[in-house]
């Protein structure tokens, strides 16, 4: 009989990751940190105070949309609650000509990057399964649900970037490719052979874990025996591990693999530590597989928290937070209201763009269900 | 390159490859052992030297990772054509064929198209190891999204690649291994079809014999036979699985009333399965006798050895059109 996985590894007190911001707040950058710090140089002030935006509006919008679940208006919904600063820091780092392979919870840097959250919205209320046109939104691709499969379309578009003759050595116009996926999907053969793919070919790409303990119910101890970190090196990459909650950490762990990507240094991993602090999905239960002490230890290091802290210790007034807080409420209602207002689809739809050019069956079949329907019209009349 | 030759099927489509290439520098041919070596059926052999290794990816070895790049390479605007080293290979890459590339032109709605070729060498008769004879095809035709073809003749290869290419959906290229190496005339000025037509290959009287890649030979082999001996047989080469094609065939059956579809894929939810179901339902009263199916046994192919047994042949073509005319 195999040996049971024991419960979620702290990986943190393995060893001191990345991280800036203590959980107070306060500026304390790791020993590991020094070699990012450069990176934070660039911000200004409306960039920080930004960050801080990015991940109240969007926890504002994870708590709404739970509640549109909950009351029947979307099938699904898959929360980013404890995940915001993992999310904002990597997708602040990347320029406006990188493309973003999502998974699917990240919606605060589906946010950044343009796409209108009503559109994640109407994937989980059943009325699409794309939602937005990646050309349209930063280059944010659509999200993908099946484990790790995203992975590889990154490193095939990041190889496109090197056979188009990239890098030119100008790092305004040198794209890079970001691709987030979880801690489960590091056990997939997609996500391996992504890795092998981008070290092969060198690509312009940079691989970024959110490892936040858990895949649905099983921990990460059941996926590896071995921080995620130091998988990458086998691989032959470059590799930093981040306190996934300190935003600062994620933005300049990031900035600085997606610069040396983009300049022909080839891919890196960040494994970005946080956690799910809401359930997998709303069809999930996490009380059931996880003890309250560690939720509870995981929320004393509330990523948002720690930034408002951080901001506060540097003088940033308490109105900016207020004014915040109001555009995240107005936010949140906005959403509400369109997505009532979102009705089904014509049935006709799903025969559409089956293929781009045509073929016969779906023409016929939607030429028959038309028929059919039509039928049920005349037997009123 | 102009005017007609005389080519293996290999050799037809290493040119359909290169003139594609050649056509188009958004063509790249990705794959296992595609480089210098040439593909180990020799189907890619000089293009590596001709365009080089970004234009002819030898690639890690595997599957998904071949099908998964190629579609991050479509989304940054090529044109992949990759090689699945051989059928019983491919299910590595099955979730990025069915689940990724079929369905990604929906997902996407109009604002992106994935123009991928995936080239499987399949089908029995070289007397080779297990998950090296093998006939897959109706897992893709069944999948919405994937366009599937087969050619059985070397004019008809190159001029499918060079049509598959030109495709903006996704497409699979099921390439007959019997039939890569005996020869036929390639007319390289015109196609003699568009893709996804099927084609009366011989006229006949009493019985159709509708029939795909390394079937074809065995169905005219079939009907030569059947001519000494007295019978008309027609043959309908099928060509493309999706879609089907089923003008020339339904045509045919209304003029013999009689069908037999062969194949060397296992009969049960198969690709004749589907054919002998949609003839019924659209020349029902054409039909003089139930479609009937021909095809390898419903087990998992044998050792070489028994292929030859487990595989269907010209008698066993035979004895269904004797059925079929019993009725």
């Known amino acids: 009989m195999a040996k049971s996985a024991s419960s979620t ?31 934070l140089d660039e911000l200004t002030e409306a960039d920080r105070l930004e960050f801080y935006r990015d991940m109240a509006v969007v926890r504002r919008f994870d708590i709404e949309a739970g509640h549109l679940q909950r009351q029947g208006q979307l099938g699904l919904w898959v929360p980013s609650h404890g995940q915001e600063a993992a999310q904002v820091g990597s997708g602040r780092a990347a320029r406006a ?141 470059p590799a930093t591990q981040i306190d996934g909650n300190d935003v600062l950490a994620s933005y300049a762990a990031t900035r600085y693999h997606l610069e040396h990507a983009r300049s022909g240094g080839g891919p890196a991993f960040v494994e970005a530590l946080t956690y799910r602090i809401g359930a997998h999905t709303t069809s999930d239960d996490p009380t059931r597989y996880r003890a309250a002490d560690e939720l509870a230890l995981w929320e004393s290091r509330d990523p948002l928290i720690r930034y408002r802290k951080y901001l506060e210790n540097e003088g940033v ?44 069956v779906p023409v016929a079949q939607k030429a028959w269900l038309s028929d059919y329907e039509a039928g049920f019209t005349e037997g009123e009349s | 390159m102009s005017g007609p030759g005389v080519l293996t099927m290999a050799k037809a489509l290493n040119q359909g490859l290169r003139d594609a290439m050649s056509a188009d520098d958004k063509v790249l041919v990705m794959g296992e052992d595609v480089g210098p070596l040439g593909g180990v059926f020799r189907v890619t052999e000089g293009l590596h030297a001709e365009f080089g290794g970004s234009r ?32 019983g290979f491919i299910y590595p890459a099955f979730d990025q064929i069915t689940s990724q590339l079929a369905k990604l032109t929906n997902r996407h709605e109009g604002s992106a198209t994935f123009p991928i070729v995936i080239r499987v060498p399949y089908g029995g008769h070289i007397g080779a190891v297990e998950h090296h004879q093998e006939s897959p095809e109706a897992y893709f035709a069944h999948t919405p999204g994937l366009r599937v073809v087969s050619p059985s003749t070397p004019n008809d290869a190159y001029w499918m690649i060079r049509q598959a290419i030109e495709s903006d959906d996704p497409v699979m290229f099921f390439e007959p291994k019997s039939r890569y190496w005996p020869k036929g005339d390639v007319d390289l000025t015109s196609p003699a079809s568009p893709l996804h037509a099927s084609r009366l290959v011989r006229s006949g009287r009493e019985c159709t014999v509708a029939a795909y890649g390394p079937m074809v030979s065995v169905a005219l082999q079939a009907a030569e036979i059947a001519a000494a001996e007295g019978t008309s047989i027609e043959v309908v080469d099928i060509r493309s699985l999706s879609p089907i094609d089923y003008g020339p065939l339904l045509a045919s059956v209304e003029k013999t009333g009689h069908l037999v579809v062969a194949a060397e894929a296992s009969s049960f939810v198969s690709v004749s399965a589907e054919i002998a179901a949609t003839v019924t339902e659209r020349a029902f009263f054409s039909l003089e006798a139930p479609v009937l199916r021909v095809g390898a046994f419903d087990a998992p192919f044998p050792p070489a050895k028994l292929e030859s047994t487990f595989l269907p042949d010209a008698d066993r073509v035979l004895e269904a059109v004797d059925r079929s005319l019993g009725y």
Do not use: K
């Open chain 2, 56 to 87: 002819v990816l030898d690639t890690p070895l595997g599957e998904a990772g071949i099908v998964g790049a190629a579609i991050g390479l479509a989304m940054r605007g090529y044109r992949p054509v990759c090689e699945i080293q051989f059928d």
């Open chain 1, 97 to 237: 000509q990188d493309t973003i392979f999502p998974s699917y919870r990240e919606h605060a840097v589906a946010r950044i990057r343009g796409v209108d959250l009503l559109d994640v919205l109407r994937m989980l209320r059943g009325l699409t399964h794309g939602g937005w046109t990646p050309a349209e939104v930063g280059n944010f691709r659509l999200y993908t649900l099946v484990i790790g499969s995203q992975t590889l379309h990154a490193t095939g578009y990041a190889m496109g970037v090197g056979l188009d003759g990239a890098p030119t050595g100008d790092p305004s116009i040198d794209e890079a490719v970001l691709v987030y996926f979880g801690d489960g999907a590091t056990s997939q053969g997609d996500t391996n052979e992504a890795m092998i793919w981008a070290t092969s070919y060198q690509t312009p790409q940079v691989f970024f874990l959110q490892n936040n303990q858990w895949a649905i119910s099983v921990p990460v101890s059941r996926q590896s025996r071995t921080p995620l970190v130091d998988r990458a090196a086998g691989f032959g990459m």
């Open chain 1, 317 to 360: 007034a308490g109105s900016f937070f207020t004014g915040v807080d109001e555009e995240a409420a107005d936010f949140a209602a906005d959403i509400r209201r369109r997505t009532l207002e979102l009705g089904p689809p014509p049935v006709d739809t799903m025969f559409d763009h089956v293929y781009s050019e045509e073929h016969p």
């Open chain 1, 9 to 39: 590894v702290d990986t943190t007190t393995l060893a001191e990751p990345v991280r800036f911001l203590d959980p107070d707040g306060r500026f304390a950058p790791t020993p590991a940190a020094e070699r990012f710090a450069s990176m």
